[in-house]
């Protein structure tokens, strides 16, 4: 077994689709110019993967987990803990997690979900909120805030449970929830408690929230107050094997999104930040490529993630997505010049679809390539949904791709003599 | 259903394998002329294998079970089982076997592990075992010798275990290792018990063979001794469903090496000898071409391999390879030539890849083809693994090759009305 070799897998956060009618029937990253894509399926070896199996539509954290080879089917138990971990909440198996916002309510009524997009002053109103709600019962409330209005809550004490309704209604202009064990939970005793903590929670976040000066401020300057914050997407908190341990690689993550940083950290890899890199349409691709290059000189595995294309496909809008994915590829083109692949493998890929028709994630294969070291390249000439479906690497599941991957950069383990 | 139609599956083991820069890119398989291959694939139906799951590298013994259908993450307890019923030992369930190696220390620092590859005495040395170490506490001591420096060793009695670590260190130069508990044994007692038996074996072994006649006289001719007898490859025997029962096949094998052997016996599949099947590179590929003829007089599935591609792959050899790949394409010749396939399935394949590159066996797919009866030929007009890939089989999974073959043969028990 070699153990000189690296790996690479870089994603095109959702950049598969389907045909677009205004592009003669191409998908976007068919229509898009992609030169160094292409020269990684010329020169590699292509095929399609569905994530979790054909059809299912994943998540990211679910695809990012599967691809990495920890069965979400096993392990998910929602994206709560992944998001606690990406805004540096040290969590622990047990806790249960959430994803927040801070929002704009009159009474219960949401007015915004996204408190006018909120920059600025969420360090203070989170502060507020650590101050003035330290537990609720027996209940440690721990609660920090991410970009813009993206916060993360995270309920530890005894007898609790992930299976609760959530409190965000995902929609404007009508009540937030009140949530509620759910139906069959397999503990509603903990349930019932975990949903009338967090709906405490939310009551308190408003007192907290609604008179705190950075809304005063807003209030003032004609802005939306960001006087309360949502819980959604519960889970508790998993022990998963660290990365390394698993497959004996030193691992980096270079990652624009909390949810799949905070994967990473999980996983105990390394996760690299990069300056520049926004998680937006505006994000340095280069500086992400740059940053890929430098890891590999301290890592034998680096898995790195461009989130723009899925931005474009969530909002309809394939000129945007058009756009990404010529980002993700000058990536790539600067990765193929400064990786020597006499003994690094590259796999490129998407972690799901976004279709611009679709505006959300669908289950449909996503183009995948191999390139580089242990790759036996076969005809494919270019990176795109149907050119890729007929490679030699034919139709693969993201739980197999770590040990294709391994495979080729000489690091599998016989099974057998 | 029918019950006069008959099936081979004929491996060219480890014939796979990744491009060769000197080769213009070609794999061995590739750049080597194979016109019975090529006729096989041309007038069949092909695609490439997994022999266990993408991405994973096969051991012959698992790889053979698999495409026997037999899953080896259920039935795979060690190859131990496998060679000592290969040296012709009746293996019982419970029995813990090995494979040994006639090998030559001073002290215990191992000079050589292949005892200066001895050719002739090792049946004299076993005997010397046999008669002077008949049991080790209550455990009976079963050891017989195979070809050259190979051996096989079976410990039977009560509350032994497979979960040891190795004698053999593997490496010349280094002192032989005190077998010991696997952390983490399911029964622990019964791994000390087993490891405080072979590593008494091993020290009984010297004593009774570094002055005996044989290593005298190979002494006096200055070459070294076979003083100690090294076992690896611990495995607990298990019960495997006869083949004959499982598929109403009346079933032989034709092999090379102990370890496949070993399997066929445990199948009770009949196991045939040929002369001149030598194992290397030497070996008579139109004596096992013949064979397989003769067999399928009277037998209704033959499975055949002839080992010297995989010797080449290990070498890092391809000249030899690609010679050895010229073996298995004229014993395809003389199959084709005197089997009538208006009735017969043929089925080609390897068991794994051993890329010349690699030295050892990669997890990458294998080509393979159907050809004769019941087969629906394709368009691939060549065997190679990029070929292949191509092809209207798919990939395919070793697990599922049988019921694949014994549908082309009409022989497949329909699920469901």
Known sequence: MRHDTKGIIFIGDGMGGRPVPALDGQ???????????????????????????????????????????????????????????????????????????FSTVEGRKVVDRRAGRIKQGTEQLAAAITEQIPTIEDVQIIFRPSVEHRAALVLRGPGLSHEISEVDPHDPGVDYLDSEPLPGAVDPEAAAKTARILNAFTARAYEVLDNHPVNQQRRAEGKLPA????????????????????????AAMIVEVDLVRGLGQYLQMDVIEVEGATGGQDTDEIAIARAVVEALAT?????????????????????????????????????????????????????HCTPCSVEDHSGDSVPIAFFGYGVRPDDVDRYGERACAKGSMGHLRGMEIMAVLTNMMGRGEKFGA
Do not use: W
């Open 27 to 101: 998908t976007t990253l068919e229509a898009q110019e992609t030169p160094a894509l292409d020269r990684i399926a010329r020169e590699g070896a292509c095929g399609l993967m569905d994530p979790i199996a054909p059809g299912i539509p994943a998540g990211s954290d679910t695809s990012h987990m599967a691809i990495l080879g920890y069965d979400p089917h096993k392990y998910y138990r929602g994206r709560g803990p992944f998001e606690a971990k990406g805004v540096g909440i040290d969590v622990r198996p047990g806790d249960v997690a959430f994803r927040c916002n």
């Open 227 to 250: 006087n309360i914050a949502l819980p959604r997407g519960a889970g508790t908190a998993v022990d998963l094997q660290p990365l390394s341990d698993r497959y004996g690689l030193h």
């Open 299 to 351: 890592h034998d595995f680096v898995l790195a993630n461009i989130k723009a294309p899925d931005l474009g496909g969530h909002d309809g809008n394939c000129p945007m997505k058009m756009e990404a994915i010529a980002k993700v590829d000058r990536a790539l083109a600067c990765i193929l010049e400064h990786v020597n692949f006499e003994h690094t493998t590259l796999m490129i890929t998407a972690d």
